[in-house]
């Protein structure tokens, strides 16, 4: 059982930097790979960053590939996604989540969800 809460989040400038934590509670935390998704109002949830549970593989998105970036730290059980050059298209309820596949991008496939935190870019 892995329990998920994520934190900071907020409303920054175009441009502007954001570093997202999700904290991770229960003993099998290293055994999930981790990713992170976005949902803005009015639009499907979609994937963003993954980092499986070695931290030998990373995927990103298209759309936030060069600009964010996904790391986990095992001794504190948490994973992070840095946010860099932040667009307001970036605007959205970031959620973190947790799979028990090698490798995945399809949120049906995550079995463990925080509540998520809200970004909120400003042009």
């Known amino acids: 059982q892995v329990q998920l809460v994520e934190s900071g989040g907020g409303l920054v400038q175009a441009g502007d930097s954001l570093r997202l934590s999700c904290a991770a509670s229960g003993r099998t935390f290293s055994s999930y790979g981790m990713g992170w998704f976005r949902q803005a109002p009015g639009k499907e949830r979609e994937f963003v960053a993954f980092?499986?549970?070695?931290?030998?593989?990373?995927m990103y998105a298209d759309s936030v590939k060069g600009r964010f970036a996904i790391s986990r730290d095992y001794a504190k059980n948490t994973v992070y996604l840095q946010m860099n050059s932040l667009k307001p298209e970036d605007t959205a309820v970031y959620f973190c989540a947790a799979t028990r596949k090698v490798i995945s991008v399809r949120e049906n496939d995550y079995d463990f969800w925080g509540q998520g935190t809200q970004v909120t870019v400003s042009s």
């Open positions: 980092i499986n549970w070695s931290g030998s593989a990373n």
